[in-house]
């Protein structure tokens, strides 16, 4: 939930064996930073976010599972360091980590410590009481928070990157697909479309569970694989559902109209955003994409993979790239957004260049602009997927990770846009990052 407001105090510290801790206590979120070598972030109900320490990166999902995150010492995906950590050793992280907010805290309320900045004792309260929403976080309550929401969300197994920090909506769960060989992400469950009354018990459900952590969410993200499959008549009561519940921009406001519209709204959420495939026999039209774009939806992610249409079969995709082109068209003439996704590595080596060739052909055929993105993915062949066995089969070699940078930098070089001031925007995306 975006919020226009001016910044929130910043409290510097300075303790009688001149550590330096600095407080920085904003409307949705609260940061510690430890002699410049520690940094913690915590939402506003005290849940820790994520924190940096030692040189590499931590984030924590809402149900306590932890990503430890580390750039590699040479450039390249390679070298970079992805990984999940076990769950006992999650605990003990996240039990070490609060226990330094619990040092913190004391350092805050030792009469040695002195305030080396302008904060004023109203600043100071405001400290200590974000202070008390983070140590009322104890392991207990992250269990019970854990249990909270698995009971209210499925599984949320992946979003495009510029949605990670979205409130996630489940108007269905599971895909309506569920073939592709690469993904094994919905393969425990049945496609479910919620009814318009149980949609908005979980709109309900998710507020409670959010509480005033609900400010850090900057848009909606209807989930989950394909939510806008379903039939139009279904899905615009649930988009009015949302407007009822939340506030977003009206479509096509831009620019000097939007950031005056947004200071007439600081508290708002920036539109809404759905993946849809390109296979369903559901297909919308321009006009049925305006008007959901009239209801707040913003950008639709589409999963091209590969242009070449022998690829495609082999990874289980009913469509053809020309499908994806069409829909693309339909979508952005709704006045909606696109992301497209390509599945870098595809193929292994069997496939490389013909993947390489389609894709750039088909990506060129698309209106793509300013607003749109392009993401690069990297295949991960999890161990025991369908695609693992049909490469197997087909005696195909993987790509090495070089080898698939290399890939990626090909089909970034063959792309071409008339007017390079209105070019989409070109981004990697790796599905190994995502914890909700």
């Known amino acids: 939930m975006s919020v226009l407001a001016k910044p929130m ?192 018990q979980h709109i309900r459900d998710v507020r409670a569970f959010f509480g005033g952590a609900i400010g850090l969410r900057k848009s909606i993200f209807l989930a989950d694989a394909n939510a806008l499959v379903m039939p139009q008549e279904q899905l615009v009561p649930l988009f009015d559902a949302i407007n009822q519940e939340f506030v977003i921009p009206p479509c096509g406001v831009r620019d000097d109209a939007l950031r005056a519209w947004q200071a007439e709204h600081p508290i708002h959420f920036d539109g809404v955003f759905s993946f849809v495939d390109a296979f369903t026999t559901r297909r919308k039209t321009a ?64 496939y490389a260049a013909q993947h390489v060739r389609h894709t750039v052909a088909t990506l060129n055929q698309m209106p793509l602009d300013e607003r749109d993105l392009i993401y690069f993915s990297e295949l991960v062949d999890f161990p025991g997927s369908d695609y693992s066995a049909l490469a197997r089969d087909a005696n195909i070699r993987p790509l090495r990770v070089a080898e698939i940078e290399h890939q990626m930098t090909q089909m970034r070089a063959g792309l071409y846009f008339p007017d390079l001031m209105r070019a989409p925007k070109i981004s990697y995306y790796d599905i190994r990052e995502f914890l909700y």
């Open 9 to 200: 105090p910043i409290v510097e510290l300075l303790t009688a064996d001149n550590h330096k801790l600095l407080i920085n206590v904003r409307r949705e979120s609260t940061t510690l930073l430890v002699d410049d070598k520690l940094s913690l972030s915590y939402d506003r109900e005290g849940r820790l976010i994520g924190a940096w320490q030692d040189g590499r990166n931590y984030r924590r999902s809402l149900d306590n599972r932890v990503l430890e995150k580390q750039e590699g010492t040479q450039p390249g995906l390679a070298h970079r360091v992805r990984r999940e950590l076990p769950a006992d050793e999650a605990r003990a992280w996240l039990e070490k980590i609060y226990a330094l907010a619990a040092q913190s805290a004391e350092l805050l309320a030792a009469p040695s410590t002195r305030v080396t900045n302008a904060a004023t004792p109203a600043d100071l309260t405001l400290a200590r009481d974000a202070f008390a929403r983070i140590l009322s976080c104890d392991w207990q309550r992250l269990v019970r928070d854990r249990e909270t929401f698995h009971w209210i969300y499925r599984p949320v197994h992946i979003l495009p990157p510029d949605q990670y920090l979205a409130l996630v909506l489940q108007a269905t769960e599971g895909c309506s697909h569920n073939h592709c060989a690469f993904c094994g992400f919905y393969r425990d469950r049945k496609f479910h479309i919620k009814s318009l009354a149980e949609f908005r």
């Open 287 to 350: 006009r049925e994409f305006a008007d959901l774009c009239q209801r707040g939806l913003r950008r639709v992610y589409v999963g091209l993979e590969t242009g070449d249409p022998e690829l495609l079969r082999f990874l289980g995709k009913p469509n053809t790239p020309n499908d994806v082109v069409q829909l693309v068209d339909h979508i952005k003439a709704g006045g909606v957004a696109v992301g497209i996704i390509v599945l870098a590595g595809a193929g292994g080596e069997k």
